[in-house]
C-alpha cells in the first residue's frame, strides 16, 4: 500500500464532493429549503442510500477477498455480476408499477397528496440503483488493481449532470426543476458507466469478463464456482449490513425528520453533505486505498505488514479528522453562510442547518475511526462479527434518535447519529482487538496531535469571531 494511492483517492473524491457542494449550493439557491427539496431529496433518498453503501466498501469488501481467492475469477466475477442485475432489474421494474408503496415507506407521516407527487419522481431515480450497481462492480475490479482515481472521481460526473439540469431550469416551477433533476441523475449514472468502461479497456480487464462469459457454463469451471459463490455469499449480506449502518441511520433520521417542521428533512441533508466531505476525502478515500494492501497481506499470513499499513494511516487519519472535527463545530455558521446562504436560502436556514452540523461534526473522528479499524473485520473474513456490531449501533442509534428528537428536534437527529458513531468505534476495536489499539495511542505523536488541536481549536474560535462580526 503506498500512500500515493490513499492521496490520488482522496484528490479524486474531494473533486466529486467539491461538485457535490456546488451542485447543493446550486440547488438551494433555485428551491431553498422548501417541501419541494423535501420531495426530491424522499425520491433520491433510497437510491442514493445503496450508492453510498456501494461505494463506500460493502460490495467491495465481500467480493474482494473471493475475487483474490477465486481459481476462476472471470467465471466468478460474471456470475456475481449477472444475478445481481437480475435482481435489481426485477426490483426496479417493481418500484416503477408501484411508486407509491415505497414513498410511503420512506415518508411515513406524509399525506397523500405529498406522497403522490412525490411517487413519480421515487420510480425515476429508483433506476440509478442499476447503474450505482455496474459502477461498482467494475470500480472493485479496478481497486484489485490498486487503481482508485476513475472511481474515486466518477461520481462528480452525477453532479455536473445535475448542476446541468438546473441550470437549464432554473426559472421554471419547481415541480419542473425537481423532475429535471431526477432524469439527470439517470443521465449521470449513464455517464458513470461509460468512465468505468473505459478504464477497464485500459487495464485490459474486459478480458476477464469475456472469459467469464465466455467459459461460465463448463463443467469444471461450475464446480469451483460454487464453492467461491458460497463463500462470497456468507460474506455478502454481513458485509452490507456492516457497512450500511452510518447509512441506514441517515436513511431513519429522514424518515424521522418527516414528522418534524417543514424543512428539517433539508437541514438534515445539507448539513450531512458538508459533515461527509472530510468523512470522505480523509477516512473513507484511506480505507478504499487500504483494504486491497492489507487483504492480500492478511491472506499471505503477513499480520505484521497489514499492522504496518495500520500504523502509517492512523496518525494521518486522527490529526485531520480532528481539525476537520474543530472546523465544522466551530464554524459552522461562517461555512453554512458561505455555501448556502443565497437566493431562496435566508439567515433563519442557515442557523438551523448549523446546529445540525455542528452535533453531526462531534462523531466524525469515532467514524472515521472506526472505518479503518473495520478493514481487519472484513480482511479476514469477520463479516459476521461486523454485522453484529452494526446491529447494536443501530439499535442504540435509533432509541437515542427518538429521545433527542423530541428533546432538540433536528439537531437532535444529528447528535444521536454522533453518539452512534462513539458507540461504533468503541465496538469495532473490541472487536479487533483492544490491544492493538492501545499500542498505538502509547507512541509519542499522541502528544503532538493533541498539542496541535488544542492551538488550532483557539485560532478557530477567534477567526470565528471575526467572521460572525463580518456576516451579521
Not at 413519480?120 to 461498482?136: E, K, Q, R, S
Not at 446541468?164 to 455517464?191: C, D, H, N, Q, R
Not at 479499524?373 to 454485522?387: I, M, S, V
Amino acid at each position: 500500500m503506498k500512500l500515493k494511492s490513499i492521496f490520488s483517492n482522496s484528490f479524486g473524491i474531494l473533486f466529486s464532493r467539491v461538485t457535490g457542494l456546488a451542485r447543493d449550493v446550486t440547488m438551494a439557491s433555485a428551491l431553498g429549503a422548501s417541501v419541494w427539496t423535501d420531495i426530491f431529496f424522499v425520491a433520491f433518498k433510497l437510491p442514493n442510500l445503496f450508492r453510498r453503501i456501494f461505494a463506500e466498501g460493502a460490495f467491495t469488501q465481500a467480493f474482494m477477498p473471493s475475487f483474490i481467492a477465486s481459481k476462476q475469477k472471470g467465471v466468478f466475477a460474471t456470475a456475481i455480476f449477472l444475478r445481481f442485475m437480475l435482481i435489481l432489474v426485477a426490483m426496479s421494474l417493481l418500484v416503477t408499477f408501484f411508486p407509491e408503496l415505497l414513498t410511503r415507506a420512506i415518508a411515513w407521516d406524509w399525506s397523500s397528496e405529498l406522497i403522490k407527487q412525490t411517487a413519480p419522481l421515487t420510480a425515476i431515480n429508483f433506476w440509478y440503483l442499476d447503474l450505482v450497481f455496474i459502477v461498482t462492480f467494475l470500480a472493485t475490479l479496478l481497486q484489485y488493481k490498486e487503481h482508485f482515481a476513475t472511481s474515486a472521481m466518477s461520481t462528480a460526473l452525477l453532479n455536473l449532470s445535475m448542476i446541468a439540469a438546473l441550470f437549464l431550469y432554473m426559472k421554471e416551477e419547481p415541480k419542473t426543476i425537481i423532475i429535471a433533476l431526477s432524469f439527470s441523475v439517470l443521465i449521470g449514472g449513464v455517464l458513470q458507466v461509460m468512465a468505468h468502461l473505459i478504464a477497464i479497456k485500459s487495464f485490459n480487464l474486459h478480458r476477464i469478463l469475456i472469459g467469464g462469459w465466455k467459459y461460465r457454463n463448463k463443467e469444471n469451471k461450475q464446480k469451483d464456482l460454487k464453492s467461491e459463490e458460497s463463500q462470497f455469499n456468507k460474506l455478502f449480506f454481513p458485509s452490507v449490513w456492516g457497512n450500511s449502518m452510518p447509512q441506514i441511520s441517515s436513511f431513519i433520521d429522514t424518515i424521522l425528520a418527516s414528522f418534524l417542521i417543514s424543512g428539517s428533512i433539508s437541514y438534515l441533508f445539507y448539513a450531512n453533505r458538508i459533515f461527509q466531505l472530510p468523512l470522505a476525502i480523509i477516512a473513507i478515500a484511506a480505507s478504499i486505498a487500504l483494504f486491497p494492501a492489507i487483504s492480500k497481506a492478511i491472506k499471505h499470513g503477513n499480520e505484521a505488514l497489514a499492522y504496518q499499513h495500520l500504523n502509517r494511516v492512523f496518525w494521518i487519519l486522527l490529526s485531520l479528522l480532528g481539525f476537520a472535527t474543530l472546523m465544522g463545530m466551530i464554524l459552522a455558521e461562517p461555512i453554512v453562510w458561505l455555501l448556502f446562504e443565497r437566493g431562496a436560502y435566508t439567515p433563519e436556514m442557515t442557523a438551523n442547518t448549523a446546529n445540525v452540523l455542528a452535533m453531526y461534526m462531534l462523531g466524525l473522528v469515532p467514524y472515521g475511526l472506526a472505518k479503518l479499524f473495520a478493514l481487519f473485520l472484513y480482511a479476514n473474513k469477520e463479516h459476521n462479527k461486523a454485522a453484529k456490531i452494526a446491529t447494536i449501533t443501530l439499535v442504540i442509534n435509533i432509541m437515542v434518535s427518538f429521545i433527542f428528537m423530541k428533546l432538540m428536534g433536528a439537531p437532535g437527529l444529528a447528535l444521536a447519529g454522533s453518539i452512534g458513531g462513539f458507540i461504533f468505534f468503541t465496538l469495532t476495536v473490541r472487536g479487533v482487538g483492544v490491544d492493538k489499539f492501545m499500542h498505538l495511542l502509547k507512541s509519542k505523536k499522541l502528544f503532538y496531535v493533541i498539542g496541535g488541536l488544542v492551538m488550532a481549536g483557539f485560532s478557530l474560535y477567534f477567526i470565528n469571531e471575526l467572521l460572525m462580526g463580518w456576516i451579521r
